[in-house]
Nanobody, 123 residues
Framework: QVHVVESGGGLVQTGDSLRLSCAASGLTFSYYVMSWFRQAPGKEREFVAA????????DYADSVQGRFTISRDNAKNTVYLQMNSLKTEDTAVYYCAARKFDIHYNPRAYDYWGQGTQVTVSS
């Protein structure tokens, strides 16, 4: 059985940094593209960042490019999202997701999801 668990969310102020972690089990982690999505109240879930199985390719939403960094440690079955220069508009529940093959921006393309972790950025 596959389990995906996010952690590291919290309440921070604008300009602060936060690092999210996502640990996956029950799958061959190194075979999977890992991505972060987020969902704010009343809005659809949106793509944030993704990393290929080998970490050779990363991709970011325009809104976080240059501020967020995605990375992975295949030995620990964990993917990270380093978030710097946080803005109030980054407030959302952040989800980690896994899929095989290539990076995809549509959340429906992902097979496994975590329960989400809340990130709240106050001004």
């Amino acid at each position: 059985q596959v389990h995906v668990v996010e952690s590291g969310g919290g309440l921070v102020q604008t300009g602060d940094s936060l690092r999210l972690s996502c640990a996956a089990s029950g799958l061959t982690f190194s075979y999977y593209v890992m991505s972060w999505f987020r969902q704010a109240p009343g809005k659809e879930r949106e793509f944030v960042a993704a990393i290929s199985w080998s970490a050779g390719r990363t991709d970011y939403a325009d809104s976080v490019q240059g501020r967020f960094t995605i990375s992975r440690d295949n030995a620990k079955n964990t993917v990270y999202l380093q978030m710097n220069s946080l803005k109030t508009e980054d407030t959302a529940v952040y989800y980690c997701a896994a899929r095989k093959f290539d990076i995809h921006y549509n959340p429906r393309a992902y097979d496994y999801w975590g329960q989400g972790t809340q990130v709240t950025v106050s001004s």
